[in-house]
């Protein structure tokens, strides 16, 4: 980083030179270095975080008013918005690789349930949609973890999406479908979960390629 006075013919400059060179000001003193691109790091750890915060961000939309309203409690524990204590109760969970609960009045269990997955790659993307046959629970989420190795544990970084299922005309029979994207076509095996409306979770179920 090169300190400047009176950079480019000027008093100020600011923004960058073409690819060559970037100009910026900070603590009032002005400076020059060479261009960078941002860089967007896509590790397996980064990739699980995002895919775990983006679900619950955008969760808090699909839940019913009863569903928010259980955070009422909650929300006064921490002295904010029922939409602030679901966000800061599951980011927690999501931290331990924990799936989100979307009700917090709920004690619901899990049990009978059967998941099976298919997947496809074409031009960089994975597609993957499957089903979950319960018998009595509403499940929340499907969390789809992949890697080559067909023994693996599933951790976070793992995690290549988490999907809401949908429920179909038979009322115990729920949908989902996610995308991922690769550059390049690995052969992962997949283990796949799913939770409820109070964050019980099935266990970890391997799936094919």
């Given at each position: 980083?090169?300190?400047?006075?009176?950079?480019?013919?000027?008093?100020?400059?600011?923004?960058?030179?073409?690819?060559?060179?970037?100009?910026?000001?900070?603590?009032?003193?002005?400076?020059?270095?060479?261009?960078?691109?941002?860089?967007?790091?896509?590790?397996?750890?980064?990739?699980?975080?995002?895919?775990?915060?983006?679900?619950?961000?955008?969760?808090?939309?699909?839940?019913?008013?009863?569903?928010?309203?259980?955070f009422?409690?909650?929300?006064?524990?921490?002295?904010?918005?029922?939409?602030?204590?679901?966000?800061?109760?599951?980011?927690?969970?999501?931290?331990?690789h924990l799936?989100?609960?979307?009700?917090?009045?709920?004690?619901?269990t899990?049990?009978?349930?059967?998941?099976?997955?298919?997947?496809?790659?074409?031009?960089?993307?994975?597609?993957?949609?499957?089903?979950?046959?319960?018998?009595?629970?509403?499940?929340?989420?499907?969390?789809?973890?992949?890697?080559?190795?067909?023994?693996?544990?599933?951790?976070?970084?793992?995690?290549?999406?988490?999907?809401?299922?949908?429920?179909?005309?038979?009322?115990?029979?729920?949908?989902?479908?996610?995308?991922?994207?690769?550059?390049?076509?690995?052969?992962?095996?997949?283990?796949?979960?799913?939770?409820?409306?109070?964050?019980?979770?099935?266990?970890?179920?391997?799936?094919?390629?």
């Amino acid at each position: 980083m090169v300190k400047l006075t009176g950079p480019c013919m000027s008093i100020e400059a600011s923004g960058s030179l073409g690819n060559a060179m970037t100009f910026a000001k900070t603590k009032g003193t002005a400076y020059a270095k060479k261009h960078s691109t941002p860089a967007n790091p896509r590790s397996g750890a980064q990739t699980g975080v995002r895919a775990g915060m983006k679900f619950i961000t955008q969760l808090w939309a699909q839940l019913s008013d009863a569903e928010k309203a259980s955070f009422g409690d909650l929300a006064e524990l921490y002295n904010t918005s029922p939409y602030h204590a679901f966000l800061h109760l599951n980011s927690q969970r999501w931290a331990k690789h924990l799936l989100p609960i979307a009700d917090f009045s709920s004690d619901e269990t899990n049990e009978n349930r059967a998941t099976n997955l298919a997947g496809s790659y074409q031009n960089g993307v994975y597609t993957l949609w499957g089903s979950i046959t319960t018998v009595t629970e509403q499940p929340l989420s499907v969390e789809t973890c992949a890697n080559i190795n067909p023994a693996f544990t599933p951790t976070r970084q793992d995690t290549k999406i988490i999907m809401r299922a949908v429920q179909q005309t038979n009322p115990h029979i729920y949908a989902y479908q996610g995308f991922f994207k690769s550059p390049i076509f690995y052969p992962y095996r997949y283990r796949t979960r799913y939770g409820n409306v109070s964050g019980n979770t099935s266990d970890w179920e391997l799936d094919g390629t």
